[in-house]
């Protein structure tokens, strides 16, 4: 079975300064694929970036990168330079192949508060 | 513009009654999903469907049924054996399954309150 874990309910970070969102996963599926999302308030899913099992470097998409370490099976939002507008819900998610082939799986999400 | 269209955005039900939800992709996409969310919750998958004709149970599909006659179409219908079906729905899909740098592209979403 596969499994997203988000394991920080909330996270707080000044304006200006980083911030890390952890993400781990299980699957025992050689070939997936993981998405960062960001839900603000008005319920719609940005998506912000993805990593697929294969890819050698670390995606990377503006402000948002995300810390593959594929052995550890983790694979962490970090967002630098935070804005007000970042303030929202983040989603982990992955997607298999295998017996769960399209499925796609989220995490419980982290929400976000970013002050002034 | 191609994109995924939920409807309707606001839906009371009551108890007793089933609903359907509809979902309706232009994206010519071959997966489709749909998800719960409870507040402040993460997204529950109910189910999916990666061609026309087929479907997979996800994580939480007691009480809720789908079809998926045309590639574009995936409808879901809250039945009245769904005993807490307040929620948020979203529905989304994937370009094509395997492919490399996918992004999943939601709707809108719908919320359902059984009144």
């Known amino acids: 079975a596969q499994k997203i874990t988000q394991t920080q309910p909330g996270m707080f970070v000044q304006e200006k300064e980083a911030v890390t969102l952890d993400c781990t996963y299980d699957t025992s599926d050689p070939s997936y694929g993981l998405f960062w999302y960001k839900q603000p308030s008005s319920g719609e899913m940005i998506f912000l970036i993805y990593?697929?099992?294969?890819?050698?470097q670390n995606a990377t998409e503006g402000r948002y990168s995300l810390n593959f370490q594929k052995a550890r099976k983790s694979a962490n939002l970090v967002i630098s330079a935070s804005q007000l507008g970042d303030s929202a819900m983040y989603f982990c998610a992955m997607s298999t192949g295998g017996t769960s082939y399209g499925k796609l799986t989220f995490g419980q999400g982290t929400i976000l508060t970013v002050h002034p | 513009d191609g994109g995924i269209t939920q409807s309707p955005k606001y839906l009371f039900r009551k108890e007793g009654q089933n609903v359907t939800l509809s979902c309706e992709q232009n994206?010519?996409?071959?997966?489709m999903y749909w998800y719960r969310q409870d507040p402040g919750q993460g997204l529950r998958l109910i189910y999916y469907?990666?061609?026309?004709?087929?479907?997979q149970k996800g994580d939480i599909a007691e009480g809720y049924s789908v079809s998926r006659e045309k590639k574009e179409s995936f409808p879901l219908t809250v039945t009245s054996a769904q005993k807490n079906p307040t929620a948020f729905y979203l529905c989304a899909s994937i370009p094509r399954l395997g492919a490399s740098g996918n992004t999943i592209y939601f709707g809108e979403g719908s919320w359902l309150t059984v009144v």
């Open positions: 469907s990666q061609i026309v004709n087929d479907f």
């Open positions: 994206l010519n996409h071959d997966a």
């Open positions: 990593q697929g099992s294969y890819d050698q």
